[in-house]
């Protein structure tokens, strides 16, 4: 019974195994992932929109329209306009593109920066306790040899007295 239970509460979860800074940095990247599929997301239905209202009106002029000149023109000018929305929309994903990698790499470095202040601060406490345990082995054998004085004088005044006790008798 103690074997199986020790093995059941000695097995761990995969959740268990990564570290907390994998875990963060795991968060943010999902977070960063979602928050660029939410804004490409929102691009494209904006684009879409754009379209539709440039595809209605270009139909609207179309079934007004008398001639083939003006209609090729027409339709000539709304391909300039999906181009142009293309191009526009290219543009933005790359700005946010740009604008996510920005943040990520921000966040990087402030993970660097906090890793290397909490080396620093682990080094230093190593340095700390190592002077401390300096200190305490001194301080040690401060009191060992202030033992032993006191003892030794302690046993001259014992032999001090005793001679003198004897002297008397």
Do not use: W
């Not at 345990?133 to 040690?140: H, Q, S, Y």
């Amino acid at each position: 019974d103690r074997r199986a239970s020790r093995r059941g509460s000695g097995a761990s979860t995969r959740s268990e195994d990564i570290s907390p800074r994998s875990k963060l940095r795991q968060g943010q990247q999902t977070a960063m992932q979602a928050k660029r599929q939410h804004s490409q997301a929102q691009l494209g239905a904006n684009a879409e929109a754009q379209s539709e209202e440039a595809l209605k009106a270009l139909m609207a002029q179309l079934a007004t329209c008398g001639n083939d000149a003006e209609r090729k023109a027409l339709i000539e000018q709304f391909q300039q306009q999906m181009q142009n929305l293309q191009v526009q929309l290219d543009a933005t994903k790359n700005e946010e593109l740009e604008n996510l990698k920005r943040t990520y790499e921000a966040n990087e470095n402030e993970q660097v920066a906090a890793r290397q202040t909490l080396e620093a601060a682990q080094a230093n406490h190593v340095a700390v306790e190592e002077a401390l345990a300096i200190e305490r082995e001194a301080f040690n054998a401060k009191q060992d040899a202030d033992r032993e004085a006191l003892a030794e004088e302690g046993a001259a005044a014992q032999s001090k007295i005793t001679a003198e006790f004897a002297s008397k008798a």
